[in-house]
């Protein structure tokens, strides 16, 4: 018996084209997914720093007004303003700003969504933001995949002294 040698450059290119297309069908779908992931986190991280900006940006504001009555609209409204950039602001339910100052404590927003207080000492002014990623202009492209942003929670604290 005589084995079968493929000499023929054109049975080899054959062979070797089916094998690239089953690597492309192995290869293709962890390949998007990844991809996908990349996309998902650079956006959400992006979203996250910008918050966590606005709440410091806020909490800047609020140490610098003179009168502490002032306070927590001067930071309400800076924080506002920050978020505006992607379309979202306080009036938007699932997303709460709390302003802490020795003695006192201002929500704005959602209150059934409000951090719970913290301690501040001295002139110390804490603004904490709570924001649901349900309602940010966030991608959900991993939901297909099991991994659904719509149910996680951004929440920072900044602290800033007078």
């Known amino acids: ?5 493929f000499n023929s450059v054109s049975t080899r290119k054959r062979l070797r084209s089916g094998v690239q297309t089953l690597e492309l069908v192995i290869a293709f779908p962890v390949l998007l997914i990844a991809s996908l992931a ?3 986190f650079a956006v959400v991280s992006t979203f996250r720093a910008t918050v966590e900006g606005a709440v410091a ?3 800047r504001e609020a140490a610098k007004t003179l009168d502490p009555a002032d306070a927590p609209q001067a930071a309400h409204a800076t924080f506002n303003q920050a978020l505006q950039l992607h379309g979202i602001s306080t009036s938007i339910p699932k997303i709460a700003l709390a302003i802490d100052r020795v003695g006192s404590r201002t929500v ?3 209150p059934t969504f409000a951090p719970s207080p913290a301690a501040v000492f001295g002139n110390e002014v804490r603004v904490t933001a709570s924001v649901s990623l349900q309602n940010a202009p966030v991608l959900n492209l991993l939901k297909t995949f099991g991994l659904d942003f719509d149910q996680r929670t951004i929440e920072t604290t900044h602290v800033s002294g007078a």
């Open 57 to 59: 940006e806020a909490a």
């Open 108 to 110: 704005f927003g959602d």
């Open 38 to 40: 990349i996309l998902q």
């Open 1 to 5: 018996m005589r084995a079968l040698t």
